[in-house]
């Protein structure tokens, strides 16, 4: 079967620097998305990999090992504002997004 | 970016009526949309995959004479949950794909509508 898996939940300082992992196993694999979510909103996009390696996007990195079906988000500089669902969720074969139940991160001051 | 609208934001209907639920691709032409439902503290369930002009997929276990899509264009995609129940109440999210399967990756999702059945 087709399978995300994510911590449930972590908990961060302001300022500090936070990773969010996420394992895959899906039907093919045509690359990872992470997404963000604010409580009561819709998801917005992040980051896409398809490549083995690290995306850097300003205070937002995110990686990717298609041998290990890995990938980690990782968020520097954190602020109250990142405070979030983080959704990784693979893109299979059929180009179908599949989704991890998402991380949410709390932020402490 | 690509905008993507979804309407009403929320609503609150009574047992036993319907609700339609409009998504529209604002500055581009949808060729694939999807309809996510996202119960609290959970994650994003695909309920159905749409494309233009033709009969929606609708994922396992979603009933498709209950939640009506109708992809009638290419910027325009409804949602109707027919006689609605309270374990109907739910976020409804929707999403838009650009090109077919294998084009264009990337999904803008809508807002969401939050249906509350009473």
């Known amino acids: 079967g087709q399978n995300i898996d994510q911590p449930t939940e972590m908990t961060a300082t302001e300022g500090a620097i936070v990773q969010i992992n996420c394992t895959y196993q899906?039907?093919?694999?045509?690359?990872l998305f992470w997404y963000q979510q604010h409580a009561g909103e819709a998801p917005t996009f992040l980051s896409y990999n398809v490549l083995d390696g690290l995306e850097e996007k300003g205070r937002f990195s995110s990686f990717l090992s298609r041998s290990k079906g890995y990938s980690y988000l990782l968020l520097k500089e954190l602020q109250m504002k990142d405070s979030a669902s983080y959704l990784c969720a693979a893109l299979d074969s059929n180009y179908q997004l599949i989704w991890g139940a998402g991380t949410k991160l709390i932020i402490k001051p | 970016g690509a905008v993507v609208s979804q309407h009403p934001s929320w609503v609150i209907c009574k047992s036993g009526t319907s609700v339609k639920i409009e998504c529209r691709s604002l500055?581009?032409?949808?060729?694939?949309m999807f309809w996510y439902r996202q119960f609290p503290k959970q994650s994003l369930m695909l309920m159905a995959t749409s494309n233009e002009g033709s009969k929606a997929t609708y994922e396992q276990g979603v009933e498709k004479d209950k939640f009506l899509i109708n992809h009638a264009s290419l910027t325009l995609s409804t949602l109707t949950v027919t006689s609605a129940h309270p374990e109907d109440s739910s976020f409804y999210i929707c999403s838009s794909r650009e090109g077919a399967s294998g084009e264009s990756y990337e999904q803008y999702f809508g807002p969401g509508t939050r249906l509350t059945v009473t």
């Open positions: 899906t039907s093919g694999f045509n690359g």
């Open positions: 500055d581009f032409q949808a060729t694939t």
